[in-house]
């Protein structure tokens, strides 16, 4: 079928009406079909119908105008001018995706708040579309257009991607990047289940651990039952294509960020995923995950705030009633010196020191003053101090003293502190009993923490 | 009345402004001049509109429309047709 047999001219009411077939046809198809047509005998009387600004850009003159919106689908690679009266006026401006996508990816639009119908026929793919911009003179949200990709098939997920693109006043041809790529850390699966809550307002978390919350205007909570994995392919799940529940307002197939002040995300509007950890978007909070410390986040500030992390110091192969001690050393040598006291302390139950307290010092654990082993509950880390101190301290002005990780008696076949790490630093372990032969080893505490394991030789000469 | 410089090939058609429908004249251009005679003056001078329109083979021109004043000695309209690179 030719583009005649397709669309019907009414030239009385000079309307342009796609009456009949499915076959697309360009702008220019339909301005050299009108141009043939109207040089006819029959319609030299009728005052052209449609003229050509450049290739791209064409406008309906003398009063003609399309019968319906509908006619529009039907016409692709170039934009038209609808000049109905001096200061009434249709553009409809032509939009077109290129880029590298997913050849199953399915763009789909919005203006204005809300959702374009793609074109009739589209199934797929890249599309090329005119999409009404002005009408009856006005500005429809500033000539904006947003194309969106977000699949999430099942077994077929591709990362999204969006772009805004704004038509002249003319309409013109405008291009509109996409790109998209499977998604490795999403398989698309069936998450609609989970139990993760969204909320938008105003929330404080002290992620980073420094003592001070920072603000974020997203919470993502995950109840404690989810990782952050989970929680990645769950924000996902709300945010695909299709998804009309709304995000602060908007529909989840189109929400693109917690503030319009903060850059987008566009491969996953709250955060994306990688190397086993979730980078939040601006503002959006990852709160009770089950792998806290896969969690990067960036709060209201657009400060990057990262969880601190925790490792452990595992001394194992012990006996309940075996004495041991892990400390930090250089070779086998104990730092006793770690820190000195900050004048001198009376039946102290708080010791300030005159080296800062690093993240690494444990919370609660004990300090020995040479020999003398205290225990403490507490650390003021901006005040440098070791709070709780039991028994009480009396020491003079930078008296030396230290902080074991492990210092005590084992109740079971292993012993373990928790802290956090910071950098990595030498530790020697100690496990002795009488009737056991001394056992000494040494460890680095890494990323991963240490661990060493005790091996108990009975002593044969000891009675 | 005699239409200068059309393109052979073209469409031109002649009409009272006034009136469009008393058609004057609506033809095929051979190439060069155009003479129209034998009109019926219903005014003098008479207004006319002039169009000519080559757009369906070939080179093609965008639609030219102009007008010209018909008096008793005649009337002669230049025609300056553009190029349709688009079409």
Redesign the interface.
């Known amino acids: 079928m030719a583009i005649q047999d397709d669309f019907t001219l009414n030239y009385t009411a000079k309307t342009i009406t796609h009456t009949s077939g499915s076959t697309r046809y360009t702008v220019?198809a339909l301005?050299?079909w009108l141009?043939?047509?109207?040089?006819?005998?029959g319609q030299?009387?009728d005052a052209?119908s449609i003229?050509?600004q450049?290739?791209a850009e064409y406008t309906l003159v003398n009063g003609w105008t399309f019968g319906d919106d509908a006619t529009v689908g039907y016409l692709y690679g170039g934009s038209i001018v609808v000049e109905k009266a001096t200061t009434d006026r249709d553009v409809w401006a032509n939009f077109y995706t290129l880029g590298t996508i997913e050849p199953d990816g399915v763009v789909f639009w919005l203006q204005n708040g809300s959702a374009v119908s793609a074109h009739p026929g589209y199934t797929q793919g890249h599309i090329d579309q005119l999409i009404k911009v002005v009408s009856g003179g006005s500005d429809v949200d500033s000539r904006k257009v947003s194309a969106f990709l977000r699949n999430r098939a099942s077994g077929n997920a591709d990362l999204y991607d969006h772009f805004e693109a704004t038509a002249t006043a003319t309409g013109g041809r405008n291009p509109i990047p996409l790109a998209t790529s499977p998604d490795s850390n999403d398989d698309g699966g069936d998450v609609s289940a989970y139990s993760i809550t969204v909320g938008f307002g105003s929330y404080n978390e002290d992620v980073d651990g420094d003592g001070t919350v920072e603000g974020y205007e997203v919470e993502v909570d995950c109840g404690g039952a989810y990782t952050c994995l989970q929680a990645y392919k769950y924000l996902r799940y709300i945010t695909r294509r299709g998804e009309t529940t709304t995000l602060n307002g908007t529909q989840g197939q189109f929400y693109t960020r917690a503030n319009a002040a903060y850059p987008e995300v566009k491969q996953a509007p709250f955060g994306t995923f990688a190397g086993g950890k979730f980078f939040g978007a601006r503002g959006v909070l990852l709160t009770n995950v089950s792998d806290a410390n896969n969690r990067q986040l960036i709060d209201s500030s657009g400060a990057t705030r990262i969880p601190p992390v925790t490792v452990s110091m595992v001394v194992s192969g012990v006996a309940s009633g075996d004495r041991v001690l892990v400390a930090r050393a250089t070779g086998t040598v104990i730092d006793k010196s770690q820190f000195t006291a900050a004048g001198s302390h009376s039946s102290a139950t708080t010791v300030t020191t005159n080296e800062a307290l690093a993240a690494d010092i444990p919370s609660s654990g004990v300090i020995r003053f040479g020999d003398a082993r205290h225990t403490y509950s507490g650390i003021d880390r901006p005040s440098k101090q070791f709070t709780g101190v039991s028994p009480a301290v009396t020491c003079a002005n930078n008296a030396p003293l230290y902080s074991p990780l492990v210092d005590d008696t084992a109740a079971g076949t292993s012993m373990s502190k928790s802290f956090v790490y910071v950098s990595d630093f030498d530790v020697v372990a100690r496990v002795r009993k009488k009737g056991i032969l001394p056992f000494e080893n040494t460890a680095t505490v890494t990323t991963a923490g240490a661990s060493v394991s005790a091996i108990r030789t009975t002593d044969t000469i000891v009675t | 009345m005699t239409l200068q410089n059309v393109v052979a090939g073209s469409r031109y058609w002649v009409a009272q402004s006034s009136d469009p429908s008393n058609v004057i004249a609506n033809g095929d251009a051979p190439g060069g001049d155009i003479v129209i005679s034998g009109i019926g003056a219903l005014a003098n001078p008479m207004l006319l509109t002039i169009r000519v329109r080559k757009g369906t083979s070939g080179t093609k021109y965008r639609p030219f429309e102009t007008n010209a004043y018909l008096v008793k000695a005649g009337a002669t309209a230049y025609i300056s047709q553009q190029l349709d690179p688009v079409a």
Do not use: G, K, V
């Open positions: 220019n301005y050299s141009m043939d047509l109207f040089d006819d005998s030299m009387d052209i003229s050509a450049t290739p």
